[in-house]
């Protein structure tokens, strides 16, 4: 088969895994509350308000599935979501919501223990097979972004960025900030190559992101 038709095949895989049944499966405020590590995980991490509910919920044609909230940087819980099974079969993975870094105005207290939180899961989590790392396509990588990306390194978390509100920017600006974010992920250990460009609002990058999240299961 020509890489071309090998391309066309895993999108559409992947576009009939996220129609199926995609359920809320529990939040973990802590360590103690992680589900049995059963089946894979994929986890989204990004700054508050970087569009990583917005982009869930277009990535599984679902609206509510991640509350778009208007306290950024209060909920410092992950977010753990079943893709595929039924009530006798186990999911076929899990998608995880991490919670959201970088807001201004968080208290000291919080910014630890998401630090806790999130390191702890990463570090022990053999499940986690990739963290996609959503970027703001007006901004680029910004030094909150690069301590994660230290976390995830020294953490030897494979993890591909993504660049989310890409309708915001020209297609020159979109151009000059994916080059920039492709050269300072080639100097990461632990990043991928490429990158991804989406936005939830025109649907851009969907399929390939979807093919991205079950190409990281294999
Ligand atoms: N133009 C545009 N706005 C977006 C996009 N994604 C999210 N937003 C907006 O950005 C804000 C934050 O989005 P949200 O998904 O709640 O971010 P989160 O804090 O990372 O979960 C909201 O006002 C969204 O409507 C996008 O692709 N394009
Ligand atoms: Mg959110």
């Not at 992950?78 to 186990?90: Q, R």
């Not at 053999?126 to 230290?150: E, N, T």
């Not at 978390?157 to 920017?169: E, N, W």
Request: aromatic share 6%; no cysteine; charged share 30%.
């Amino acid at each position: 088969m020509s890489d071309e038709a090998d391309r066309a095949e895993q999108i559409e895989e992947a576009r009939r895994i996220f129609a199926g049944s995609i359920t809320f499966l529990r939040s973990a405020p802590s360590l103690k509350f992680l589900p049995d590590p059963i089946v894979k995980e994929v986890a989204f991490a990004g700054r508050s308000n970087v569009g990583k509910s917005s982009l869930l919920n277009a990535l599984t044609n679902r609206n509510g599935l991640a509350r778009t909230s208007n306290t950024p940087g209060r909920t410092q819980e992950l977010n753990f979501f079943d893709v595929g099974g039924s009530e006798d079969a186990p999911p076929l993975f899990r998608l995880v919501d991490m919670p959201g870094y970088g807001y201004a105005k968080a208290p000291k207290d919080v910014v630890k223990q998401w630090r806790f939180l999130v390191n702890d899961y990463l570090r022990g989590r053999a499940v986690l097979k990739r963290a996609l790392l959503l970027i703001d396509a007006r901004h680029g990588i910004k030094d909150v972004d690069r301590d994660v990306m230290k976390m995830l390194d020294e953490a030897a978390v494979s993890y591909r960025i993504v660049l989310t509100k890409a309708d915001k920017i020209k297609a020159s600006e979109l151009a000059d900030v994916t080059a920039r974010t492709i050269a300072e992920a080639r100097t990461r250990p632990a990043a991928h190559p490429e990158i991804i460009a989406t936005s939830s609002e025109k649907g851009m990058g969907l399929a390939e992101l979807r093919a991205a999240v079950v190409e990281a299961l294999e």
